[in-house]
């Protein structure tokens, strides 16, 4: 099998475990990156040099602008990559409305390549005149689509019927070859996220007011809401129960799994954002942590029986979840391991690539 995929997430060298994995299982894969790119207006740009790591052919393409998804990829550029390297299938990961994924299919498209597209959006969103007719475009060229959760993969759906759809992860993870949980008399709650409205650690701070037993809460993230988050602790009395630790970088997260006894993952819900996916939950299962979750998006589909799920702003509920897991400490480690076996089976890098290429020879073989 031979491949290109075309993505600005892998010109980030910690991304790319599912494409090692790939060049382990055989198959020939260039990936097309942009030569520069940031994901944020104001965040560090990343670089990107041509190379061979693990099998794996990294190819800069030129771009005009370099933050988020309006990067416009150089056209003659990708397309003179797809005709030199004349792949058996072209993999765009990006969402059909951006630049990047409209240039790609059309580059795919003219060399009678078959394409096939990953997106993550999974709400309708506001678009623009010119990115509906882009999107549009967009699909109408591709061979197959994949989700990154069901939900993403019911809205592709609904927009292209009869093309064929998967439910794949973008991202696997590489979790620790064995896992160490302290037996702890106080139940250590972590939340790890954004301090923004939609993360709901305003509920998570209401429903440990009314917890019995001894407790402490590790708050990871910054935002916006920060400090009116830290007001609400104090008016609420759980100011002493709680520290906060800021942003950590991706690689300090090792060293605060052990310390947590479970995840709480409150998010909400609002008109234009669910939860696509949630990384940080993803890693701390796949360390054994139990995850307490609400109903938004993607969420109950990631934890499914690995985990606790309750209802969005559902006060009571979570509270009720946390009690027992803090009354519970037996069943508090089965779910941790339960989790870590759910990832072990479903997200880690190996099983991400096989689901891919086995999603791949189908669309061949479709042909």
């Known amino acids: 099998m031979r491949a290109i995929i075309v993505s600005h997430t892998y010109i980030d060298p910690a991304t790319r475990g599912k494409l090692r994995a790939l060049a382990g299982l055989g198959c020939t894969l260039t990936v097309a990156v ?78 009678g390549l078959p394409a096939t597209l990953f997106a993550w959006e999974s709400v309708p969103q506001p678009h623009t005149i010119l990115e509906r007719w882009r999107r ?4 109408k060229r591709v061979r197959a689509l994949v989700g990154g959760n069901k939900l993403a993969a019911a809205l592709l759906s609904r927009e292209q019927p009869g093309v064929p759809v998967a439910v794949i992860p973008q991202l696997g993870i590489t979790p620790p070859l064995e896992t160490i949980r302290p037996e702890n008399s106080t139940l250590q709650i972590g939340f ?39 007001a609400l602790a104090e008016r609420l009395g759980v100011s002493s129960h709680t520290t906060w630790r800021g942003a950590l970088p991706p690689e300090r997260f090792r060293e605060l799994w052990p310390m947590i006894d479970c995840l709480v993952v409150p998010s909400r819900t609002t008109p234009h954002w669910v939860e696509t996916y949630h990384g940080a939950m993803v890693e701390a299962m796949g360390h054994g942590v139990t995850v307490v979750a609400t109903d938004s998006g993607a969420l109950p589909e990631m934890v499914d029986t690995a985990g606790l799920v309750v209802p969005e702003d559902d006060i009571p509920a979570l509270t009720a979840a946390l009690q027992h897991l803090s009354d519970a400490p037996r069943e508090r480690i089965r779910l941790g391991r339960e989790a870590r076996l759910r990832i072990m089976g479903e997200y880690v890098d190996d099983g991400v690539a096989r689901r891919t290429l086995e999603f791949w020879e189908g669309v061949l073989r479709r042909r």
């Open 34 to 111: 942009p030569a520069r790119w940031s994901p944020t207006a104001r965040g560090p740009l990343l670089h990107a040099a041509w190379g061979n790591e693990a099998g794996v052919r990294l190819v800069p393409i030129p771009v005009s602008g370099d933050r988020g998804d309006a990067v416009h990829w150089k056209y003659r550029d990708l397309y003179r990559l797809f005709s030199d390297f004349r792949p058996d299938i072209v993999h765009v990961e990006a969402e059909p409305w951006t630049p990047a994924a409209a240039t790609a299919t059309a580059c795919a498209a003219r060399l």
């Open 136 to 139: 549009k475009r967009t699909l």
């Open 192 to 230: 790890v996220g954004r301090l923004v409205p939609e993360k709901g650690l305003d509920a998570l701070f209401r429903a440990c007011v009314k917890l019995l037993g001894r407790w402490q809460l590790t708050v990871v993230g910054s935002g916006p809401a920060q400090e009116s988050l830290e």
